[in-house]
């Protein structure tokens, strides 16, 4: 099998993520021929035959994009993607810091810090010695004290 580049394989990934959607994939792949270079041609004609509009079609085209993908740098990939969104601290900051915690929990040690650290003081939130039992049951107020009292932690 001949090496995909980089930018397709980032293509597949953010499809297979539902960053970009199945509508935009199909049209990229009707539309560029690079990709017909790296597949062999019953991959390739799997992908474009392909019933985009169909219920199931996000899972079937799971299943062809796997084959050419390695599934640990998608892991990769999508742990860099979690990371540098909390590095911005958008407004998902303490949905991404839960999802540490989850994965820490799921076996991804190196989330300690973050996960059991960070996130699972936002799973069961606890401010001026007051407990939540969910972060949405905190006020504005509350979760802004909350976050800003894990810094400089979380930017290290």
Known sequence: MTTIPQDIK????????????????????????????????????????????QSGAKNELWNLLKKHIDL??????????????AKQKTERLPHILMKFYDLYCKGYNFFQDLGLGIGLAIEVPRVNNMTADTWDELTSEQQKELLDGFSPQLEE
């Open 10 to 53: 980032e293509r597949f990934y953010k499809t297979i993520k539902g960053d970009i959607s199945l509508d935009n994939f199909e049209q990229w792949l009707y539309a560029d021929k690079e990709l017909e270079k790296y597949l062999n041609s019953t991959d390739y004609l799997d992908l474009i035959s392909l019933s985009y509009k």
């Open 72 to 85: 640990g740098e998608f892991e990769t990939y999508k742990m860099l993607e979690l990371l540098n969104e």
